[in-house]
């Protein structure tokens, strides 16, 4: 692997090359003379070219504009969808996550049999396994004044999302936990803490820095999964586009276009992710 | 709380790791004010001792007490205890994603429930008493050794103990920041804190201790005076250690 890289992407050091020499035939080679001089990195510049281009062209052209604009419509249940199924399976998780590696023997099995059942399901399967089977239940069995959570498909969509993303995160908070060195908890409550006090203030603020990379990287990959939705008809981006393209007969530039709206929405992630590895990041 | 009583207690105390007997029946008693070293070679039971008094480990057989308070499995009368004694860690053990002030406040905050401003006064005393107020904005990374381990001595005197444990506080540093750690300790000592000092720094032990113990092997071998100890040491075991230690 590593002659394989050296071999096809070993890249000469553009600051230490003459401005004739630098390449800029193609675009890569464009994109790393641009990354040499913005201090970007060359896959970046790729994308900001290559988004720039897409851009002109939908601008310029009257009907991927108007695509654009009523497919964005979907956008707003996409990320509604997305960032309430985040926040609570961050919640489900951190639970999960510390009943993982508590001492208790029922807290514990609880919680791995939580993980092991939930993550070993597609999360489309459990998606419609909820829609179909425990909504309707639950819609019966609970306070009428509590029913309408399972009678609406983008808060069943919501709380099935966030069950399955729960389960994942609950590993991505174990393993954070229990990357931190034992002797912290030791000096926490040799300094007289509690468990739960040495966990919220020296444990987790130390794990959740730690696996900030991989929350982000669910927060992501949930976004994406969001679409998965449309199969219990909430009108999100992808079954929005897809109604649309079926109605008009255009379907390239109905997927184009939604295939950019997702990758904006993702990059945008990345780079608050990013933001917040560096602003947490612990001085060294 | 007479006076006179040991403020800690060791009574016929057995630890097993697995299949490791870690300690075998040590009994040992420390009257307030004393500065004990414990010495030994690596595997005797010094740092298992010494965790038992705060409840970091708790014997499976014999009696822990300090300060009456007896050391069990019961978490109010952990906390009861670990709220008088400090100790200070061989790896420091800072929270590295707190300042040097944060790291000496929160305990106050969380366990003392004192506010931020006395907190904070505390610390910073505390700091000039260990000589590096001007660390206070710094984080524990961008510290050396010797002075992680001077806030970790901060940190620990933070909460008023009546006891301070030290598990080899001396053994991560490099060479010329040992003196500055032994020199903040010695302090504590003269002040007439109740010490005990799990160390090979035999100069520190001549300095400060007003007792040495020789362990080995689980059990506490031969006990005195340190001057005694490393000029008149009677056992087989012990001076074999020495002449192993001295070069």
């Not at chain 1, 979907?74 to 993982?100: D, E, H, N, S």
């Not at chain 1, 945008?268 to 917040?276: A, E, T």
């Not at chain 2, 000496?104 to 910073?124: D, M």
């Amino acid at each position: 692997m590593i002659g394989m890289r050296g071999k096809f992407f070993h890249m000469p050091d553009i600051e230490l090359l003459p401005p004739d020499n630098r390449p800029s035939r193609d675009i890569a080679g464009k994109a790393l003379a641009l990354s040499g001089v913005s201090n970007l990195p060359a896959w970046a510049v790729i994308i900001l070219i290559a988004g720039l281009i897409a851009a002109a062209v939908i601008v310029t052209n009257a009907e991927y504009t108007s695509i654009l604009l009523i497919l964005s419509s979907g956008i707003a249940l996409t990320l509604y969808v997305t960032f309430f199924a985040y926040t609570l399976a961050l919640i489900f998780g951190l639970v999960a996550g510390l009943m993982r590696v508590s001492r208790n023997p029922i807290l514990y099995t609880i919680a791995t049999l939580y993980v092991e059942v939930i993550r070993g399901i597609p999360l489309l399967v459990l998606i419609l396994y909820f829609f179909f089977v425990i909504a309707p239940f639950l819609a019966n069995s609970v306070p009428d004044q509590f029913a309408f959570v399972f009678r609406d498909e983008a808060l069943e969509g919501i709380i099935a999302l966030s069950v399955g993303y729960g389960a994942y995160l609950a590993e991505v908070y174990r393993a954070g936990i229990e990357s931190i060195p034992r002797g912290q908890m030791e000096a926490a409550r040799s300094l007289g803490m509690s468990y739960p006090s040495a966990m919220r203030y020296v444990i987790l603020p130390q794990a959740i820095r730690t696996v900030l990379p991989p929350l982000g990287n669910d927060f992501i990959s949930l976004l994406k999964d969001s679409a998965l939705v449309s199969a219990i008809s909430v009108k999100e981006l992808t079954l929005w586009t897809r109604q649309r393209s079926a109605n008009t007969f255009k379907p390239l530039e109905h997927w184009t276009i939604a295939a950019i709206l997702y990758l904006v929405m993702t990059l945008g992630l990345s780079v608050v992710v990013r933001y917040l590895e560096r602003r947490y990041a612990i001085p060294k | 709380m007479s006076n006179g009583s040991p403020i800690i207690r060791i009574e016929n105390v057995h630890k097993r790791f697995g299949k490791l007997h870690a300690l075998r029946g040590v009994s040992l008693n420390v009257e307030r004010g004393q500065v004990l070293v414990i010495i030994g070679p690596s595997g005797s039971g010094k740092s298992t001792l010494l965790r038992c008094i705060n409840g970091l480990e708790i014997p499976e057989e014999g009696r822990v007490t300090v300060d009456d308070i007896p050391v069990t499995h019961s978490a109010a009368n952990i906390n009861a205890v670990r709220a008088e004694v400090g100790i200070v860690f061989q790896q420091f053990n800072l929270f590295p994603h707190l300042t040097v002030l944060q790291n000496v406040t929160l305990s106050q905050q969380v366990v003392r429930k004192r506010t931020p401003v006395e907190s904070q006064r505390i610390a910073r005393e505390l700091l000039s008493k260990v000589g590096i107020p001007e660390k206070a904005g710094a984080y524990p990374a961008q510290l050396s050794g010797g002075q992680q381990q001077r806030v970790a001595i901060a940190r620990a005197l933070a909460m008023n103990p009546k006891i301070m444990l030290f598990d080899e506080p001396t053994s991560a540093l490099d060479p010329e920041m040992i003196k500055e750690v032994l020199d903040a300790m010695l302090v504590l000592a003269q002040e007439g804190m109740t010490m005990v000092v799990v160390s090979h720094e035999m100069g520190f032990a001549r300095a400060a201790a007003n007792r040495v113990i020789f362990m080995d092997e689980g059990t506490v071998v031969e006990d005195g005076a340190p001057e005694q100890m490393f000029t008149h040491a009677r056992g087989e075991r012990m001076k074999q250690f020495m002449s192993k230690i001295l070069y």
